[in-house]
């Protein structure tokens, strides 16, 4: 793949100065047409050999088309607030919206490679990561997002040429050439790695574009054109069909057996009042005293909530934020997503309030409505819902790989209760805010979600992220086994 790159190409000052004039124009016509349409996010990541003219190429393209929907993100040293969160967190962050193009720089593959030749990650890790790298861009693909990657490859000999001209220039320190200059000596290590990665990451999704550097004109013009021939096949296709290709992970689930995970669940325990009152108290003390613990620094706690409705999911929750430190917990309401999250991937929002260690934050709703209510409302195409189970049980490893403790809840109740709940909802003047004619609605398919969770149950129950099945049919056991399981998750995570 680097060798066709190696091949020396140059274009003069006058064809390009014809060219640039021409491409300029139409790269802003295109990203005018894009922002439009607001139908796709582009995302570009640049990154290759060390002074091959990568921030160049994207200050060349900032300067070609409209600052106000192009911008750059270059990814250096992580900070503070990055480093108490999954490694993933900052790139979610820095995504595009719907009409915008992104250019990140370096991104995931310079900490990679550096990672890997300094010895901080093996060979298995960093095949590992690939492959988590792989599974991440086809999501962003599966949602919408055009990826575009560009490797800007320099020879060995090429590269000593560009790092001696950019010496006379005068415009680098004598840091950044001294860090140019060891780079360019690690070149022969650093080759295998580089083509490893390329080969191991281009996939039919997002393949690569390697780019041959040495020449200023030639990389900045290529670039540019791959860029316009993509805006220009995005443009015409502004309301793709939904994709129905066969899901990696294996065929549509079962629905007919795994349904009695919920209808089978013993919704007839009960605790007294009185022993709740001792039990809430007991539980309560203990949940303070692990989070406010000094091993609790090193973690983080990411409480889910689901249920069905009415089945008592914000008395729950009550329960748990009594016996924590104000300052130390957020909750997120999830209800239908808002004019700026539809314009980005559906786990965006979930991943902007991720909790750094020693942090908390509590979902009242989750990433799950992806194979709850969107998949029985049909509000995504089954394609999407199925390649959720795969991307969801992604998103929670990489909460438990960064220290995070992960609490899962779906609460249940049977219909009879449901309906008698309702009913008292209406009757109470504080209470009727809680009871909308969207319940009564969803009520008419209470099968369809008993099977679309035993499916979610099923299939993203895992060992670093499990369920608990709450029977609430009893509101004051519900609380109380809430509170333990929290409990003693964090007591194990800690231990």
């Not at 990541?45 to 200050?59: D, K, L, Q, Y």
């Not at 990826?147 to 090429?158: N, R, Y």
């Not at 209510?373 to 795969?390: K, L, P, T």
């Amino acid at each position: 793949m680097l060798e066709s790159a190696e091949i020396g190409h140059a274009i003069s000052k006058a064809a390009f100065t014809r060219q640039e004039g021409r491409l300029r124009e139409a790269l802003l016509n295109a990203q005018f047409d894009l922002a439009q349409a607001k139908a796709h996010p582009v995302l570009m990541i640049i990154t290759g050999v060390e002074g091959g003219g990568r921030s160049e190429t994207a200050n060349k393209l900032t300067e070609w088309m409209d600052p106000r929907h192009i911008r750059v993100t270059a990814f250096g040293e992580r900070s503070c607030e990055e480093l108490a969160r999954p490694y993933v967190w900052r790139y979610w962050r820095a995504l595009p919206p719907r009409g915008r193009i992104g250019i990140f720089m370096n991104a995931w593959y310079t900490e990679m490679v550096s990672a890997r030749l300094a010895g901080r990650l093996d060979g298995t890790r960093f095949e590992f990561y690939l492959q988590e790298t792989r599974a991440y861009e086809r999501m962003l693909v599966d949602e919408g997002v055009v990826l575009l990657k560009f490797w800007i490859h320099l020879s060995k000999d090429g590269l000593r040429e560009r790092l001696a001209n950019l010496a006379k220039d005068g415009r680098h320190t004598k840091r950044e050439l001294k860090q140019d200059r060891q780079r360019a000596d690690a070149y022969v290590k650093l080759r295998p790695v580089w083509e490893e990665m390329l080969r191991e990451t281009s996939t039919s999704e997002a393949p690569w574009t390697v780019v041959e550097g040495t020449d200023e004109h030639y990389r900045n013009l290529t670039v540019g054109k791959v860029l316009l021939d993509t805006l220009k096949t995005v443009n015409a296709d502004v309301a793709p069909t939904p994709r129905t290709r066969a899901h990696s992970a294996g065929p549509a689930p079962t629905v007919v057996d795994n349904v009695a995970l919920i209808r089978k669940l013993d919704l007839s325990q009960k605790i007294s009042r009185t022993d709740y009152d001792g039990e809430l108290v007991k539980w309560q003390r203990r949940l303070a005293e692990l989070t406010r613990t000094k091993r609790f620094r090193d973690h983080s706690l990411v409480l889910a909530f689901e249920g069905a409705d009415a089945a008592g999911k914000g008395g729950a929750i009550r329960r748990v934020t009594s016996a924590l430190d104000a300052r130390q917990y957020v909750t997120v309401p999830i209800a239908a997503p808002t004019d700026e999250e539809k314009s980005y991937p559906y786990l965006w929002r979930f991943w902007r309030n991720v909790p750094p260690r020693g942090g908390i934050t509590i979902f009242d709703r989750t990433w799950y409505g992806r194979v709850l209510v969107e998949r029985v409302e049909g509000f995504c195409s089954e394609y999407d819902w199925h390649r959720a189970y795969e991307e969801i049980n992604q998103f929670e490893e990489q909460l438990v790989e960064s220290g995070g403790v992960v609490c899962k809840f779906w609460l249940q109740i049977s219909k009879a209760e449901q309906y008698r709940r309702f009913k008292a909802r209406e009757k109470t003047s504080f209470k009727r805010f809680k009871i909308t004619p969207e319940d009564w609605r969803n009520r008419g398919k209470w099968g369809a979600y008993e099977h679309a969770v035993a499916d979610m149950v099923d299939r993203t129950s895992t060992e670093l992220a499990p369920w608990t099945l709450v029977e609430a049919e009893d509101k004051y056991f519900a609380r109380i086994k809430v509170l333990k399981t929290v409990v003693k998750a964090l007591d194990a995570a800690m231990a």
